[in-house]
């Protein structure tokens, strides 16, 4: 071939990184053991595992199989460390997170090549991307260590922290878990997956020379069957951080149920990307490439699903047809590839079957003229168009290099498709016109939304799902909060007295002084309050009432008894009112402050009504009252403040962090004060766009009924707040198990705690139990201020890149 035959043909040659450094330190190493306590430690059943090159399909090492022995030795490291690591000043612990970015900048080349031999994914995506952001999140979080006193003041570590991730981002996975944990002040115990657990290792041998403290981080290498699960159900870990499948997700979230563990969960996706008809379609098919194509679309966020204005869908089309046919798939240390190898030949053959499934329901194939290389794992970039929104491919997660396309003609119904998936974890909108992008992304049901870009990440902008793709954010100053609690906490909980109205009898004084009866007596006008469904006084469904008592057994009046049916109508109504969201803050401001004017007309009615059913004296009834009222003013007051953030990345561009409403909240009330903690739970959630279903104090629920007028006449929307009284318990697991309640709030004991876990899994919804902790609910720092905004709102990073 001479110059001029290469000229006319523009053939690329290829560009090997050489992968003897990474196979050297290999060879080094292997078998390699467990890195407990800052050793390499066998494991206990003697039981090692193969770990294969996707490139090659050839084995790669040796790696040790944990067993539940070994998570035992581990976490009682992780454990011991955490005695005096939880308590390192913020400063220290920066300097050891510098310390690990700039042993991972000295190593990144190595780190590198073994990412790319052990997933298969392009040496020039594990040089130029992953590693460098490895390096960018311990830098990141080394600021946080140093902040964290003074802007996480009143929060602690939450303790001994479980990690399990996934094989599609090795290194960077490991470092978004581990680098938060360590600057709040955790230890961890981190589990790799199993066919990539090279890189982790590496980061072992960097944490010893770093000279960490043993026992602060801790990695476990094993199958998911033994090492996986006993890290999950481990009683001495307090909290788990999960990315991975929905299914795991879901079984981790029934596994943890009622045990206390904090969970955070990152799973799968089905992420729209939207290009309407005035979007620059040259960058739009970069785009894609970039969205679907970069790590073989192993990617938990790709933009798999590709919606297009029905006008410019076939300009489109072609398009990305002719790109297709120049992209190069191969050996994964080629720097002239730009797609790898499928991770294993099980996920190889389930991306097959879900194509052949495309096929077989109707869709067009369309992929490029040439083949794969034979040897190893390798799929090529592939496009179905003619796909109906209902099908197969169109709902489920591939995980691989696999793009569906659908058309739409309008805004609104390029939306409703985009929504159209029980996923919700990231979207691009793609138009020149800034106005319309603006307008479409906060009506994307998805954690991050990039505007003209996509897949793009930084360790300062919070990562996370809403909906089935999980809960929890990785990055920014939102995912600091996954890893530390309120200081308070830390006392152990009590379970709060059983609620089933239960009082002793009244005394002998007491029995006859009720009898004494005032000449001209009149019975009281009967005033049995109903439920409150859609802003209408609704009788229950069953026909039954409850009766209330007081103390000593006293009949103190009837409410309405909810049922399944009840639940049912008030989610639908609470759903009706979702405009509650889009007003204004002002106005929503506006309707608390009212809230609070007429309930103070009414103070001493509710003070007394208090009185009467806790049997608490008039003056704490004043006060309970008043700090009521003063809590409704703060949540007025929040409304416009609590307003999220803007994060510079290192890019040409901002990112808008927003929190956003979750939806529909469904919550469990506290026994302990009737009306302040109803409240309390109710105004942070409605200040902040929310709608509610509330199932009022089991106990006392009159204070909360007695609030029926006092909404009606604060100009409150129709079904913004609604109200169903009944058995705590039973009520609160028909909301749990709703697909349409998008989180569930529960105050009460520990066991109805675990109930709401479990039966939350159905559709991953958020949840907030108190594990029968009691809170003082009359102090500020327990029963008002961010945590209840955070719970409240879910955040939304909207990446919008600027210039030329
Ligand atoms: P999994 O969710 O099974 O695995 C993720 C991690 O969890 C691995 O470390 C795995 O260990 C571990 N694990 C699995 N089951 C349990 C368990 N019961 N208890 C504790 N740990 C467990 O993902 P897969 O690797 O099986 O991939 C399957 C599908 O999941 C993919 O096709 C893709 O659709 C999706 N996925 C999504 C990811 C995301 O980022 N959202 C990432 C990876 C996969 P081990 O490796 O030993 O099995």
Request: hydrophobic share 40%.
């Amino acid at each position: 071939m001479n110059v001029m035959d290469i000229f006319e043909t523009m053939e690329y040659g290829p560009a090997p990184e050489a992968a003897a450094p990474g196979l050297d330190w290999i060879k080094a190493h292997q078998p390699f053991d467990l890195f407990i306590n800052n050793r390499w430690t066998r494991p206990a059943g003697g039981q090692y595992m193969e770990s294969i090159n996707p490139g090659s399909g050839k084995t790669l090492a040796r790696v040790a199989a944990a067993n539940s022995a070994d998570v035992d030795a581990a976490v009682a490291a992780a454990r011991k460390a955490f005695t005096t690591w939880g308590k390192t000043p913020g400063h220290v612990r920066a300097r050891y997170l510098y310390a690990l970015a700039r042993s991972i900048q000295k190593h990144s080349r190595l780190l590198a090549v073994l990412e790319s031999l052990d997933n298969g994914k392009p040496i020039r995506e594990t040089r130029d991307i992953d590693i460098p952001l490895v390096a960018r999140h311990f830098y990141y979080h080394a600021g946080w260590a140093q902040l964290m006193e003074t802007e996480l003041a009143g929060y602690m570590p939450v303790g001994v922290v479980g990690q399990i991730i996934p094989w599609n981002f090795p290194l960077l996975m490991l470092a978004w878990k581990i680098a938060p944990a360590l600057a709040m002040g955790n230890t961890v115990v981190l589990k790799p997956a199993r066919y990539t657990p090279l890189s982790a290792l590496k980061f072992a041998e960097i944490v010893k020379e770093t000279g960490l403290p043993p026992g602060v981080v801790n990695i476990i290498t094993g199958e998911a069957s033994a090492a996986g699960e006993a890290l999950v159900s481990h009683p001495d870990v307090n909290k788990i951080a999960f990315t991975g499948s929905t299914d795991v997700g879901r079984s981790i979230r029934r596994a943890t149920a009622g045990s206390g563990k904090k969970l955070s969960l990152e799973l799968g996706g089905k992420s729209p990307f939207l290009v309407f008809d005035d979007a620059d379609l040259d960058s739009v098919v970069e785009g894609v490439v970039d969205a679907i194509w970069f790590n073989q679309g192993q990617v938990c966020c790709a933009g798999s699903r590709l919606l297009v204005q029905e006008n410019v869908a076939e300009k489109l089309y072609s398009k990305l047809r002719a790109r297709m046919e120049h992209l190069r798939v191969g050996e994964p240390l080629d720097k002239a590839i730009d797609i790898g190898a499928i991770v294993s030949p099980g996920q190889l053959k389930e991306i097959q079957r879900l194509v052949d499934q495309g096929v077989q329901e109707g869709a067009t194939l369309w992929q490029p003229s040439w083949a794969c290389p034979t040897e190893g794992y390798f799929f090529p970039p592939t496009l179905f168009t003619n796909v109906s929104p209902a099908t197969t491919i169109a709902q489920v997660e591939i995980f691989g290099p696999v793009l569906v396309a659908m058309t739409f003609r309008t805004p609104s119904e390029a939306v409703e498709l985009a929504n159209n998936t029980r996923y919700g974890l990231a979207a691009s909108v793609w138009s020149e016109n800034i106005n319309l992008a603006l307008d479409i992304a906060p009506k994307l049901k998805a954690g991050s939304v990039w505007v003209n870009c996509t897949n793009l990440f930084d360790a300062s902008s919070g990562f996370g799902g809403y909906r089935e793709s999980g809960f929890g954010r990785e990055g920014g100053k939102e995912g600091l909060y996954e890893y530390v609690k309120p200081a308070w906490e830390s006392n152990e909980p009590e379970d709060v007295a059983p609620s089933d109205g239960h009082q002793p009898d009244a005394t002998p004084q007491e029995a006859a002084d009720e009898e004494v009866q005032v000449d001209g007596w009149l019975p009281a006008i009967d005033r049995t309050p109903k439920l409150f469904i859609g802003g209408k006084q609704a009788r229950p469904d069953s026909g039954y009432s409850r009766g209330i008592y007081g103390p000593h057994k006293r009949l103190i009046g009837y409410v309405g008894e909810g049922n399944r049916k009840d639940i049912r109508n008030a989610v639908e109504a609470a759903h009706k009112a979702g405009g509650w969201a889009s007003g204004t803050a002002h106005n929503r401001a506006q309707i608390l402050y009212y809230i609070a004017e007429n309930l103070a007309v009414r103070e001493q009615e509710f003070a007394s009504r208090i009185s009467e059913q806790t049997g608490c004296v008039s003056k704490d009834a004043r006060n309970e009252v008043q700090v009521a009222i003063s809590r409704l003013f703060s949540y007025a007051a929040w409304t416009d403040k609590y307003e999220g953030r803007v994060h510079r990345p290192p890019l040409r561009g901002v990112v808008l962090a927003m929190p956003e409403p979750i939806g529909v909240i469904g919550m469990a009330c506290p026994d302990d004060y009737p009306l302040l903690g109803f409240i309390s739970l109710i105004a942070p959630a409605i200040a902040m766009g929310n709608t509610v279903v509330a199932i009022p104090s089991q106990q006392s629920p009159l204070s909360a009924t007695d609030c029926y007028q006092v909404f009606e006449t604060s100009d409150l929307p129709d079904g913004v707040i609604n109200i169903v009284t009944g058995e705590r318990d039973m009520l609160s697991r028909v909301l749990a198990e709703h697909d349409d309640v998008e989180a569930m709030w529960y105050f009460g004991p520990r066991d109805g705690s675990k109930m709401v876990e479990l039966a939350s899994a159905g559709n991953m919804k958020r949840t907030w139990v108190s594990y029968g902790r009691s809170r003082d609910w009359l102090a500020r720092e327990q029963g008002e201020g961010e945590e209840f905004l955070r719970e409240a709102t879910q955040v939304k990073n909207i990446w919008i890149p600027y210039g030329e």
